[in-house]
């Protein structure tokens, strides 16, 4: 399955991909209908307190990265239940909030994925 990553605020490419918004909280400024949805996998997400020590700058990258990849792994038997809902022969774009476009989480939750 491919997989891709992309910023919710990008305008909506014209590709026959599946969209998932894999963040915790609903992005600020954008409506359901702009966001054009096909799941929200909140659960995907890395916790609240993890995102916020992250966000806050309490952690480094690297620490946060190996606390979600923990995540990820505990609830990994929730992510495939999710996945059998997903069109196999379809992409998935994995939407996030974050401006930055390699230290976020749908990087990490995109690799993953691939390894599932």
């Known amino acids: 399955m491919n997989i891709e990553t992309a910023r ?3 305008d909506k490419e014209t590709s026959d991909n ?3 918004l894999v963040d915790r909280l609903w992005p600020r400024g954008i409506s359901k209908e702009e966001a054009h949805l096909d799941y929200w996998h909140k659960q995907w997400a890395p916790s609240d307190d993890l995102r916020r020590k992250f966000h806050d700058n309490k952690i ?4 946060f990265s190996k606390n979600y990849k923990s995540e990820l792994k505990e609830n990994k038997n929730q992510i495939l239940n999710d996945l059998e809902e997903v069109d196999k ?3 998935l774009t994995l939407l996030y909030g974050s401006k930055d476009k390699t230290h976020n989480h749908a ?3 995109k690799d993953f994925l691939k390894e599932i």
């Open 8 to 10: 919710i605020y990008e």
């Open 18 to 20: 599946i969209r998932i």
């Open 60 to 63: 480094s990258w690297d620490e």
């Open 89 to 91: 022969r379809k992409s």
């Open 107 to 109: 990087v990490l939750l």
